[in-house]
C-alpha cells in the first residue's frame, strides 16, 4: 500500500470508528410512535403511526399487529407520509382491551433492513398517581365503610354457624338467642350492592371488581331471603362460598394471584372463626344468665381459639409480607402506618384473651364476660382496620403487573444512565415517577423470549425516603412522588436475572422549563461548524473499567447525521441554565430507549454530550478551534 493510502486509512480510521461506535446511527431512528410506545390508550387508534429521523421504504405487509395472543389484527396496507418518514397502517376494526405487538420491518436510505417493535395497550386500567400515595383516596371512608359492614356480615354467617356447633355439644339445653341470619344476609347484600353500584358510577363499567361484586351480593342475598329456614350446615357454606370471592377483590388477590388468594382466604376463615364463634356465645352467655351454665362452651372456644390465632397472626404475617415491600414503605404510607395499627390491635385482642381464659378458670361468669366484650370490642375495630387496609392504595412490591400508564401530563423530565449492563430511563412527571429498564439483548420490551426479572429500589436520596414502585408493563415500573421545587436526586438500585446492576442516581430540578425550539438551534449552530475534536468514551457495562476515550475530527454535518436528534419532529426539552452563559439540555425519545443530555454554550454549541440506548452509554466532549 503506498504511503498516501496509509495516510487516507490514518485519516479516515477515527471517523470511521466515531460512526461505527454512535449507538444510533447504524440504522434509522424511530422519534415517535402513535400510540405512545410502552403506554396505553382508552379506545381503540384509528392509526398506527412511526416517525424515522429519515426516509425509510417498507413493504406494503411491513408492519403488522398482534394482540396478546400473538393474533393478527386486521390493518390496512402500510402507507408513507412526510416524504417516507412517516410510516402508517390503519386499524380496520374495534381492539379490545389489551396489549399489543406493533412488528415493523423498513429499509434504511443505505438498503439495510431494519427490524423491531414495539407495544403499547387499549383500555386498561390507568395508573393514577397524586401525591405521596399511590392511588387516589376519594370515597375513601365510604368503601371503608362498606367494606367493614361487608366482613362483619361474613364473621357473623361463618363465626355463628361455628359457635352454634360448640354449643351444641357443649351446651345442648342451653337458650339460644334469636337467630342473626337473615340481618347479616342483608347487610353483607347492601354492602356489596353498595360497593357495585360505587365502582359502576366511579368507573363507568362493571371490570373484574363489579363482577365480583355482584357474585357477593347475589350470594348474600339467600340468608338474607331465607333466614332461619337456611340450616347451620347451609349458612357456613355460603359463608365459605363467598370467602375466596372476597379474597379475589383483595390486594393480595389482585396482585399475587393464586397464591394471594389462598392467603386471604384462610386468612379471612380463621378471623371469621374467631371473632363471629365468641360473638355468638357472648349472646348465649346473655340469653342464660342465671340458667344453664355455659362455661364449657367457652372452656371447648378457647381451644379452638388458640389455633385460630396462630393461624390468623401467620397468614397475616405472610400477607403483610407479600404486599409490603420495605420498612420506608411501613413507615412512609398510609396503608403501611394502618398496618402498624392492627398490629398494635391484634397485641391487644392478645393481652385480652390471656386475661379472659384466666378468668374462666377462676372468676365469676360477669368478671369473665367483660373482658370478653372488651376483646370483641378491639377485634371489631381490627376489622375497621382491615377495611381501611383493602380500600387504601397498597404499597406492593414490584411482582405485580399493574397495566401498561398512561402518559405523563404536563412538564416532564426524561433522563438515562446505565445501571451496570441494565439501560435505565425515567420520566418524572408531576407528582410521579416512571422508570424504563432494558438489557441489551431487547427481551424487555417485546419479544417472544422470556423477559428478566428485574429487582428495582428508588429512594430521594436528600430525604432518605423510599419510592414505592410497581409494575407498569415489562421493564416499566410507576411511582407516586411530590417532588419539592429545586435540585433532589433519585437513586435507583437495578438488578435483572442474567446481568450485571448496580447503583444510577438522576438529578431532579422541579418544575422543570421546557423549550421546543433549543433543538433546532443546536441543530443550526452545530451545521455551520467546520472541522472539530470529539473525544469519546462508550461503555456497556458501567459496573467494570471505564474504557479509553478515544478522539476523531469531525464536521458539523458529518456529527449531525451521526445522532438520533438530526431532524424534526423534535420532543420537549428541559433547559437548565449553567455557568459561563451554559445551558444544559435533557430530553428522551421513548420510542428507541434513548436518553440525551447536552451542556451548550452561550451560541448554542454542544461542548458536552451524554447519551444513553438499551445498549451504550455515550459521553463526548467537544474541542473548537479558535
Known amino acids: 500500500m503506498s504511503g498516501r493510502r496509509w495516510v487516507l486509512v490514518a485519516c479516515l480510521a477515527p471517523v470511521l470508528l466515531f460512526v461505527t461506535a454512535s449507538p444510533a446511527s447504524a440504522h434509522p431512528t424511530l422519534l415517535t410512535t402513535t400510540p405512545a410506545a410502552g403506554y396505553s390508550v382508552a379506545s381503540t387508534p384509528s392509526a398506527i403511526t412511526m416517525v424515522f429521523d429519515e426516509s425509510v421504504s417498507v413493504a406494503p405487509h411491513g408492519v403488522r399487529v398482534e394482540d396478546g395472543s400473538g393474533h393478527a389484527v386486521a390493518t390496512s396496507n402500510v402507507g408513507l407520509e412526510q416524504g417516507g418518514r412517516r410510516v402508517v397502517v390503519k386499524t380496520l376494526g374495534v381492539l379490545p382491551a389489551g396489549r399489543y405487538v406493533v412488528q415493523w420491518e423498513v429499509t434504511a436510505q443505505d438498503g439495510d433492513v431494519v427490524a423491531a417493535d414495539f407495544d403499547f395497550a387499549v383500555g386498561t386500567t390507568a395508573v393514577e ?114 370467602i375466596p370471592v372476597e379474597a379475589l377483590r383483595n390486594h393480595l388477590g389482585s396482585q399475587h394471584g393464586v397464591s394471594g388468594v389462598l392467603v386471604v382466604a384462610i386468612h379471612l376463615v380463621a378471623l371469621s372463626v374467631w371473632l363471629g364463634a365468641l360473638f355468638h356465645l357472648l349472646r348465649v352467655a346473655r340469653a342464660n344468665v342465671g340458667g344453664v351454665p355455659v362455661r364449657r362452651a367457652f372452656a371447648a372456644y378457647s381451644r379452638l381459639a388458640l389455633a385460630l390465632f396462630v393461624v390468623v397472626a401467620v397468614s397475616g404475617a405472610v400477607g403483610a409480607f407479600m404486599v409490603v415491600p420495605s420498612l420506608g ?148 415500573f410507576v411511582g407516586p412522588v ?23 442516581s438522576f438529578p431532579i430540578r422541579w418544575a422543570p422549563q421546557l423549550s421546543r425550539d433549543a433543538l433546532l438551534r443546536v441543530r443550526k449552530v452545530m451545521l455551520a461548524q467546520k472541522a472539530f475534536r470529539v473525544v469519546e468514551s462508550i461503555t456497556s457495562d458501567t459496573s467494570g473499567p471505564t474504557p479509553a476515550a478515544q478522539s476523531v475530527t469531525i464536521d458539523g454535518p458529518e456529527f449531525i447525521d451521526s445522532d438520533p436528534y438530526a431532524g424534526p419532529p423534535d420532543p420537549d426539552v428541559v433547559v437548565e441554565p449553567r455557568p459561563g452563559g451554559h445551558q444544559l439540555l435533557t430530553f428522551g425519545l421513548p420510542a428507541e430507549g434513548i436518553h440525551v443530555e447536552l451542556e451548550v454554550d452561550a451560541s448554542y454549541r454542544i461542548v458536552r454530550e451524554t447519551l444513553a440506548d438499551p445498549n451504550h452509554l455515550a459521553t463526548r466532549t467537544f474541542k473548537y478551534a479558535r
Open 482 to 504: 411530590a417532588w419539592t421545587t429545586g435540585l433532589e436526586h433519585i437513586e435507583l438500585r437495578v438488578d435483572a436475572t442474567g446481568w450485571h446492576g448496580g447503583i444510577v
Open 129 to 242: 398517581l397524586s401525591g405521596a400515595e399511590s392511588g387516589s383516596s376519594a370515597g375513601f371512608p365510604l368503601i371503608a365503610l362498606l367494606r367493614w359492614l361487608f366482613v362483619l356480615s361474613l364473621i357473623a354467617l361463618l363465626g355463628g354457624a361455628v359457635g352454634e356447633r360448640i354449643v351444641h355439644r357443649a351446651a345442648p339445653a342451653a337458650t339460644r338467642p334469636r337467630s342473626l341470619v337473615r340481618f347479616s344476609g342483608a347487610v353483607g347484600s347492601l354492602a356489596a350492592a353498595s360497593l357495585l353500584l360505587y365502582v359502576v358510577v366511579a368507573t363507568g363499567g362493571f371490570g373484574r371488581a363489579g363482577i365480583l361484586l355482584a357474585v357477593e351480593a347475589a350470594v348474600l342475598a339467600v340468608p338474607a331471603v331465607l333466614g332461619q329456614r337456611m340450616r347451620r350446615g347451609m349458612v357456613a357454606t355460603t359463608a365459605l362460598v363467598l
Open 329 to 476: 414503605a411501613i413507615t412512609g404510607t398510609a396503608y403501611g402506618r394502618t398496618l402498624l395499627a392492627k398490629v398494635a390491635l391484634v397485641a391487644a385482642v392478645v393481652v385480652l384473651a390471656w386475661r379472659a381464659r384466666r378468668r374462666l378458670l377462676s372468676a365469676t361468669a360477669s368478671s369473665f364476660t367483660r373482658v370478653v366484650r372488651a376483646e370483641i370490642v378491639v377485634l371489631v375495630v381490627v376489622l375497621a382496620a382491615s377495611a381501611a387496609l383493602v380500600s387504601l392504595p397498597s404499597p406492593a412490591p414490584a411482582t405485580a403487573d399493574l397495566g401498561y400508564p398512561t402518559p405523563a401530563v404536563g412538564p416532564v423530565i426524561r433522563l438515562g444512565g446505565l445501571a451496570g449492563q441494565i439501560a435505565v430511563g425515567i420520566a418524572a412527571g408531576e407528582n410521579r415517577l416512571e422508570v424504563r429498564l432494558h438489557t441489551p439483548d431487547g427481551d424487555t420490551a417485546t419479544n417472544d423470549a422470556k423477559p428478566p426479572v428485574f429487582h428495582l429500589a428508588a429512594k430521594l436520596s436528600g430525604r432518605g425516603e423510599a419510592v414505592v414502585l410497581q409494575p407498569c408493563g415489562r421493564g416499566c
